[in-house]
């Protein structure tokens, strides 16, 4: 199926000034993102995923910059943008984002419904009574019981799971086309993960979204991504559809992801953690960046980044062992259980 | 909320009574001379009259039930040294109402000057705006407030081409003290506002805000300022009402007839009917200064709620 590219980024890199030394967050980051999939970004703490979303929409802190690549939304390059003004245009109306916590991403001096309502205002222009009914419709979207009533109380007469629900609501009546949910499920309880995730899938169908998930947790890749795109040190190390990143991992990195999961751990073994940290972003990294931690890792690894080599039309990965000159090496054990089979993806 | 306030107010009565048993016990111990402007003219018998008259020879119980008798009845006593035999009530009434029209002014201009200067503050911070306003909070909070009212009276008279001696018939001549009064509050506001404006605008609702499309300067008034001045509201009240205390430094200054100074005036003279009636005015004043406190922050805040002990802050 050729699928309309609505957002691609080219060669991206992102800095960060800190404390007089340049951080490079991003390293040359190049991404298409298909009309009406939804794409999860998956990566550690500190891997950049939540960095290079917020450059789509212009929210970068103060001190961080892009200082090369492009990105390309409905062709224009809005990495050129450098005015608040310019954002304003991208930013909820064509971009939404839903962020990590509930708990504190609603003003608590405002009722629900007027900060659904200055959504309503600011993408539909509608105000008073016409304004009221769509925040209604939209609190009955999200699925909020008795909407009339919950529309004149306050965040903390919410639940977590409820507040989530409201910070939906008020991405959706934005009116976007893509919508990037950062971390949605992270704060809420496991019982109310799933609600929130298949109500985002639910109103995916309904506004025909684009919708861009981040997140550490490959438990909610597998429920809800088409694609998976694997990040660590401010690259993308893997990239593919959800069967092949899950089935077929290339990359080393990939294969100690999804090794790390506990809820496919076996009982009686010792849960797999990835030794060592992440590499200092001060630093100019030669190499693969997960090369130290990397007990496959070949001598190449450490002199010259890999390029991308293709799997499959749909999947790729950067990592040398896939140069036909590589020795060859098979995957840990445990990716060849999940690979037989042994677990369903969307249990 | 009506039944928290009810039992807020009879708290608050039950402390005023305490404070004022406490006061009044306190100034039985102090000399005798305060209840006579020329004690050391009277003989023996003299003073045992006058002080027979006054109930003072009674016994301590007997005195403290006649005083609240007076006291339910509006009758604050006579002042015996400040203003001999004039009621307490009437030299108050003198005094009080230039106080607060005083202080009231000053915190009016420091409200409207010091939260804007704040909020602009944040809003541009680390621009010129702020630095700017930085200097001058930190200029009137390290210098002395002394040295430059001096120089406002000095300058300020001669530019205004008035007196330096107050004089509330003329207009003019509240410009400087209400000016040099709110120059403190307007420093404390605008550094309190700033501070608090930063703290907000990092928050994630800001963050959500932009996200959704909101403009700067929608952001900042829409969203941010009155979540930075609920924490400030608390003491706005209190504020105001302190106005009726007055400003000792200020009004000797320009010669105001007003409060300032006047509790530390009758209290060296021993005066102990003034002393009472002020430690009343003033115990009163704090008080209602944090019910309505109390008060602002729940209209402000929805998330506080005074009636119920659990929920809130």
């Known amino acids: ?35 009406g999939e939804s794409l999860a970004i998956v990566g550690e703490s500190g891997c950049g995923k939540s960095v290079f979303t917020k450059s789509l929409m212009g929210l970068l802190d103060s001190n961080g910059k892009i200082a090369k690549g492009s990105i390309t939304y409905n062709g224009t390059d809005i990495s050129a943008y450098r005015t ?11 971009i939404a984002m839903i962020l990590q916590d509930p708990m504190t991403s609603l003003n608590p001096l405002k009722t629900i419904g007027a900060q659904i309502e200055e959504a309503v205002y600011l993408h539909q222009g509608l105000k008073g009574a016409a304004a009221k009914q769509k925040v209604i419709e939209y609190l009955r979207d999200v699925g909020i019981h008795d909407p009339e009533t919950r529309y004149k109380q ?26 990037i949910c950062d971390e949605p499920t992270t704060a809420l309880d496991v019982t109310i993960q799933a609600q929130i995730l298949s109500l985002i899938n639910d109103l995916k169908e309904k506004y025909k979204l684009t919708v861009i998930f981040i997140t550490h947790d490959l438990g909610v890749v597998a429920n809800v991504a088409d694609r998976v795109v694997v990040m660590y040190a401010g690259d993308i190390i893997e990239e593919g559809l ?26 009686g073994e010792e849960l797999y953690s990835i030794k060592g940290t992440p590499p200092n972003l001060y630093k100019k990294i030669e190499g693969d960046a997960f090369a130290p931690r990397n007990p496959y890792a070949l001598k190449i690894d450490f002199i010259k980044r890999p390029p991308f080599f293709q799997v499959s039309p749909t999947h790729k990965a950067r990592t040398w062992l896939l140069d036909p000159r590589a020795p060859k090496v098979d995957p840990p054990e445990f990716i060849a259980r999940l690979k037989e089979g042994g677990y369903a993806l969307n249990e | 909320m009506i ?26 111990l102090m000399p005798i001379e305060g209840y006579f402007q020329n004690f050391d003219k009277l003989t023996e018998t003299q003073i045992q009259v006058g002080l027979q008259e006054m109930g003072l020879t009674d016994p301590l119980p007997v005195q403290i039930v006649r005083f609240y008798g007076q006291l339910l009845q509006g009758d604050l006593g006579v002042s015996r040294v400040y203003r001999a035999n004039v009621p307490v009530m009437d030299i ?24 804007p200067m704040g909020g602009l503050m944040a809003r541009f911070k680390g621009k010129f705006f702020d630095k700017f306003g930085t200097l001058f909070i930190v200029f009137i909070q390290a210098v002395p407030a002394a040295v430059y009212y001096l120089f406002i009276q000095m300058f ?38 700033r501070r608090y404006m930063v703290d907000e605008s990092t928050k994630d609702y800001v963050r959500l805000a932009k996200a959704k499309g909101a403009g700067g300067s929608r952001i900042t008034f829409r969203h941010i300022m009155r979540n930075a001045i609920v924490p400030l509201a608390q003491y706005i009240p209190t504020s105001f ?31 102990n009917t003034m002393v009472q009636a002020i430690v009343l005015l003033y115990a009163t004043v704090g008080i209602i200064g944090l019910i309505l406190g109390d008060i602002l922050m729940v209209i402000l805040d929805p998330r506080i709620s005074l009636g119920k002990k659990a929920g809130g802050r």
């Open chain 1, 242 to 267: 959800c069967e092949e990143v899950f089935f077929d991992p290339k990359h080393p990195y990939t294969w100690a992801l999804l090794s790390s999961l506990p809820q496919l751990g076996v009982k």
């Open chain 2, 156 to 193: 300020g008279t001669e530019l205004l081409g008035i007196k330096m001696t107050f004089d509330a018939e003329d207009w003019r001549s509240w410009i400087l003290p209400v000016l040099s009064m709110s120059l403190g509050n307007i420093a404390y506001y605008g550094m309190w506002m």
């Open chain 2, 92 to 115: 108050l009434a003198d005094k009080i109402p230039l106080s607060i029209r005083l202080g009231s002014m000053s915190l009016l201009l420091a409200l409207i000057v010091g939260l």
């Open chain 1, 1 to 35: 199926m050729e699928q309309k590219t609505i957002l691609s980024i080219k060669d991206l890199e992102i800095e960060f000034r800190l404390r007089g030394k340049d951080l490079h967050v991003i390293r040359g980051v190049s991404l298409d993102v298909h009309e």
């Open chain 2, 3 to 28: 039944k928290y306030l009810c039992k807020r107010i009879a708290r608050s009565l039950l402390t005023l009574v305490i404070i004022l048993t406490v006061v009044f016990c306190l100034l039985r």
């Open chain 2, 241 to 271: 009402l302190n106005t009726v205390i007055g400003s000792i430094y200020i009004e000797s200054l320009y010669s105001i007839p007003g409060m300032g100074g006047l509790l530390v005036d009758v209290i060296k003279r021993s005066d």
């Open chain 1, 154 to 179: 306050f965040p903390h007469e919410f639940s977590g799971g409820m507040r989530q629900r409201v910070v939906i609501a008020i991405a959706i009546a934005c009116n976007p086309k893509i919508l």
């Open chain 1, 84 to 94: 608040e003004k310019e954002w304003m245009k991208i930013r909820g109306g064509e």
